[in-house]
């Protein structure tokens, strides 16, 4: 599963007041990645948050493809 079907399922399985961190996290884990999968995904989406001024699930839906 690559960055972007990641964060998808991520953002898709996010419970209500969790943070985007710990839904990547588990999304991570769930499908056999490792912890440096995790921070790359997590510096990619925070990269983007601040180069275009969005907050981070702004900016990992952007990556996801979704609206």
């Known amino acids: 599963m690559n960055d ?10 996010r419970h209500p007041s969790e943070s985007l961190e710990k839904a990547v996290g588990r999304a991570v884990r769930s499908h056999s990645g490792r912890y440096e999968d995790y921070v790359r995904i997590m510096g990619d989406v925070r990269e983007l948050a601040d180069k275009k001024r969005m907050t981070i699930v702004e900016a990992a839906n952007e990556i996801a493809g979704q609206p």
């Open 4 to 13: 972007k079907e990641i964060l998808a399922y991520a953002l898709k399985e």
